[in-house]
Nanobody
Framework: QVQLVESGGGLVEPGGSLRLSCTASISIFSVYFMAWYRQAPGKQRELIARMHSGGGTYYADSVKDRFTISRDNAKNRGYLQMNSLKPEDTAVYFC????????????WGQGTQVTVSS
């Protein structure tokens, strides 16, 4: 199964920015949709952004207009640019590949912790 590694998290003040990266073990994002999820303490993992193979995007209302998903198929990488961060964005962030039926196609990585606090 495809291995995915997330990086780029950290501690940032409210209003700050971070750019997360996702590296896949094979060229999967040219085949499947790339998606970012997050899981806050005590909550279920939620889908926050998805990029279709044709370039179309979906964002959860909670991150719309603040986060931007992108990918570089040549490098087997995906990115999540996060701006105007809020304390409620604090969570562990994960990436994965998703097929057209919404099925997860990669192994879940360790995720990367994002903490938004002053």
């Amino acid at each position: 199964q495809v291995q995915l590694v997330e990086s780029g998290g950290g501690l940032v003040e409210p209003g700050g920015s971070l750019r997360l990266s996702c590296t896949a073990s094979i060229s999967i994002f040219s085949v499947y949709f790339m998606a970012w999820y997050r899981q806050a303490p005590g909550k279920q993992r939620e889908l926050i952004a998805r990029m279709h193979s044709g370039g179309g995007t979906y964002y959860a209302d909670s991150v719309k207009d603040r986060f931007t998903i992108s990918r570089d198929n040549a490098k087997n990488r995906g990115y999540l640019q996060m701006n105007s961060l809020k304390p409620e964005d604090t969570a562990v962030y994960f990436c994965n590949a998703v097929d057209t039926l919404g099925r997860i196609r990669g192994s879940w990585g360790q995720g990367t912790q994002v903490t938004v606090s002053s």
